[in-house]
């Protein structure tokens, strides 16, 4: 069959120009001249004989029959970006690639990931760390690894940890001894944003009276975990991304009641059911968050601090 249209980059430029309503925006993301972008869609409007856009001075709008084609093209280029990322990953059965986000792939997943090609040397994981929200398949991606709140996980995901958050310092920050909540008031509070962590830590733990404020505050917990093993103040931190740190003593934590913030990490397939490497290195991620939990008790315990329900 012969297809009218004798070139798709006009399509691509038309499609790009639609979706971010500017001439100018669809070359700088397709990596082109606005010029040659503008002439690419004056083609394809030639060989359509249709006007697909109502230029304006300042602006590109969607006529009805632009409208139309925007619709098709989008599903089309949707559906083979799925059909290539589909062949790539049963083009290569051994390879897994994965999304997590950047705190817990720096301080958590990394420090282990040796120990997965070890068990699994013929398993090649492909880690890139992002936060951003993404569909999987479209991006070629096997597996994610999110956060989120319990009980509102996406549908057939379940938690692989329920976050727990402690106060905790670097052993420089007082040589010689353990701080204790009495002594939160002589250093530095590290915290978030809104500084409702360690609010709620207060209140559990019998403090919420006493005027502390947290007078550092960080974007997400990798850098609050980094701030406090430099010395940096004491840090309200999820025991997930500080439990290597406090493992290898860089790190301690003052004893309390742990708050529980709602927030769990989880996993997300791209494909059921998995294929058999995403399988291991899920239950393989699952086993490791539970010789964790062991880890951290007996930590804990042998401190002489308490630490219920872990």
Known sequence: MRYKLQSLSGLMAFDAAARLGSLTLAAKELGRTQSAVSQQVKTLEEQLGVALFARRPRAIELTTAGRTLALAVSQALENIDRSVADISRKREVNVIRLTAYHSF??????????KFSLK????????????????????????????????????????????????VYAPQLAPGRDLTIADLGDYPLLGYSDGSYWRHWFELNGMADRGFEVSRRYS???????AAMVGGGVGIAPLTNAADALFDGRLKCIRGEPFRSGQCFYLVPAERPMPKQVELFTRWIRDEMVEMEGELEEMISNGGQTFRAL
């Not at 013929?122 to 994610?144: Q, S």
């Not at 057939?156 to 958050?165: L, P």
Request: hydrophobic letters at 45%; proline letters at 6%; zero cysteines.
């Open 220 to 226: 997400h917990s990798g850098l609050l975990v980094q």
């Open 105 to 114: 792939a720096l301080l958590w997943l990394i420090p282990r990931l040796a």
């Open 120 to 167: 699994y040397p013929e398993i090649d994981v492909r880690l890139n760390a992002d936060d951003r929200i993404i569909d999987l398949v479209a991006e070629g991606y096997d597996l994610a690894v999110r956060g989120g709140r319990i009980g509102r996980l996406p549908d057939g995901v379940t938690s692989i940890r329920d976050e727990v958050y402690m106060p």
